[in-house]
């Protein structure tokens, strides 16, 4: 199980917010939590590079640019500071992938909830994201494999599991995995560095 964390001191945090009171007390807030507070104008996020930062606090609010958006949620985590409660404004908070939100006026009360929900919740979502793809990459490797037996049970004359153990000879001949040994037997500009697939005539 992942690790929760607890403790943001030194995270850079990004707020996408007009200038005025909310801002003022939620850099006060992030700032006693140990947050190093960045601001940007929302109004200036096409036109200008936003600096590094470890999380994003964005003004639902305003029409900031949705591909900015986007592009901040892809590999950071995202929480939306909320005052108008409208079906419209909440479904862009959906989109945008939120991990979590803020209600204004801000208050003490929620910040840290926020921040510890956000972080972690996509920490989660990027180590699940990471399963998936060494599934898939597992999957594809399996189905290689299966192409590779069936070839040389085709080339060979021999049965299922002959064919099987005769790649993963020639995988641990050439100290390859035996994915990398199969990808290898498919691809014909490769067959010449591989031992013959064959240890026995075809039958008749």
Same mark, same amino acid.
Do not use: W
């Given at each position: 199980?992942?690790?929760?964390?607890?403790?943001?001191?030194?995270?850079?945090?990004?707020?996408? @917010?007009?200038?005025?009171?909310?801002?003022? $007390? =939620?850099?006060? +807030?992030?700032?006693?939590?140990? =947050? +190093?507070?960045?601001?940007?104008?929302?109004?200036?996020?096409?036109?200008?590079?936003?600096?590094?930062? #470890?999380? *994003?606090?964005?003004?639902?609010?305003?029409?900031?640019? &949705?591909? *900015?958006? #986007?592009?901040?949620?892809?590999?950071?985590?995202?929480?939306?500071?909320?005052?108008?409660?409208?079906?419209?404004?909440?479904?862009?908070?959906?989109?945008?992938?939120?991990?979590?939100?803020?209600?204004?006026?801000?208050?003490?009360?929620?910040?840290?909830?926020?921040?510890?929900?956000?972080?972690? !919740? @996509?920490?989660?979502?990027?180590?699940?994201?990471?399963?998936?793809?060494?599934?898939?990459?597992?999957?594809? !490797?399996? $189905?290689? *494999?299966?192409?590779?037996?069936?070839?040389?049970?085709?080339?060979? !004359? +021999?049965?299922? #599991?002959?064919?099987?153990?005769?790649?993963?000879?020639?995988?641990?001949?050439?100290?390859? %995995?035996?994915?990398? &040994?199969? $990808?290898?037997?498919? #691809? %014909?500009?490769?067959?010449?560095?591989? %031992?013959?697939?064959? $240890?026995? %005539?075809?039958?008749?």
């Amino acid at each position: 199980m992942t690790r929760i964390k607890t403790n943001f001191r030194g995270l850079r945090a990004l707020v996408l @917010h007009g200038e005025g009171a909310t801002t003022d $007390r =939620l850099a006060g +807030i992030l700032q006693r939590l140990g =947050l +190093i507070v960045l601001f940007h104008d929302p109004a200036e996020t096409e036109a200008a590079a936003l600096p590094e930062c #470890d999380l *994003v606090l964005f003004d639902a609010d305003e029409e900031i640019e &949705a591909s *900015v958006l #986007d592009r901040l949620a892809a590999t950071l985590p995202m929480i939306a500071l909320i005052g108008n409660e409208a079906p419209s404004r909440l479904a862009r908070v959906v989109r945008f992938r939120c991990n979590s939100h803020i209600l204004k006026p801000i208050r003490s009360m929620g910040v840290y909830s926020a921040l510890l929900l956000a972080t972690n !919740g @996509h920490e989660q979502h990027l180590q699940t994201c990471r399963e998936i793809e060494s599934f898939r990459q597992r999957l594809a !490797g399996r $189905r290689t *494999v299966t192409k590779a037996v069936l070839k040389q049970m085709t080339l060979c !004359g +021999i049965d299922e #599991d002959t064919a099987y153990e005769e790649l993963r000879r020639r995988a641990m001949e050439l100290r390859v %995995p035996i994915e990398t &040994a199969a $990808r290898m037997t498919l #691809d %014909p500009s490769d067959t010449e560095s591989l %031992p013959s697939p064959c $240890r026995r %005539p075809r039958k008749a």
